[in-house]
């Protein structure tokens, strides 16, 4: 992926937001539902989210240690108990660690993976965009997301196609004047019309 490691940092702010908004809207009951993550019930998807939290803020601050460096489908997806307090805390931790110019420059380190700072921030915005998607459609709620974050994210999942999450596949094609969302979620390989009862 050609990104300038200079550039400018990107406000996640605004797409934790949303996804922590989506978060608190999840009830109880729909814990056990499915998502367009196949192997992914809701909480999977929230644990996923705890725990990527944590490691894209770690790799910001390049802090890197255990929570930088195991692979996505090596981390345990066990969801915390207090996880309705503990993520959106985690959400606004990590916004406000990729507001430093420094996380965007240099080299960092994710997932066990070196990468160039402007790429994980990219990443990590992406992750956060699609994941509050998945809870959204997941469980029957709007979703909004600010455009400059589906921007930066149709603009990366362009380039670099899927694999920056190892619950991603192929894209699902969209027509060119389908809203940016959809586009970016065919991109990620969901369907954009995706429900529980598909």
Aim: charged residues 20%; negative net charge.
């Amino acid at each position: 992926m050609d990104t300038d490691r200079t550039q400018e940092p990107l406000d996640l702010g605004a797409v934790c937001q949303e996804t922590a908004r989506v978060a608190g809207g999840i009830t109880d009951e729909q814990m056990h539902g499915p998502t367009p993550c196949p192997a992914y019930a809701v909480r999977e998807v929230l644990a996923h989210l705890m725990g990527l939290t944590v490691a894209f803020r770690d790799a910001a601050r390049k802090e890197l240690g255990a929570t930088t460096d195991t692979p996505p489908g090596d981390a345990p997806l066990v969801l915390a108990e207090d996880w309705r307090e503990a993520l959106p805390r985690r959400l606004d931790a990590l916004a406000a660690a990729w507001r430093s110019p420094a996380a965007w420059d240099g080299e960092t380190r994710v997932g066990g993976v070196e990468l160039p700072g402007a790429v994980a921030g990219l990443v990590a915005l992406n992750e956060v965009l699609i994941h509050g998607w998945d809870l959204a459609r997941s469980t029957g709620q709007p979703y909004a997301p600010a455009e400059a974050g589906l921007r930066a994210s149709y603009g990366m999942l362009s380039q670099a196609g899927p694999g920056s999450s190892d619950v991603f596949g192929p894209p699902v094609a969209t027509a060119a004047d389908a809203p940016l969302l959809d586009r970016v979620i065919g991109l990620s390989g969901r369907l954009p019309d995706w429900s529980p009862a598909v």
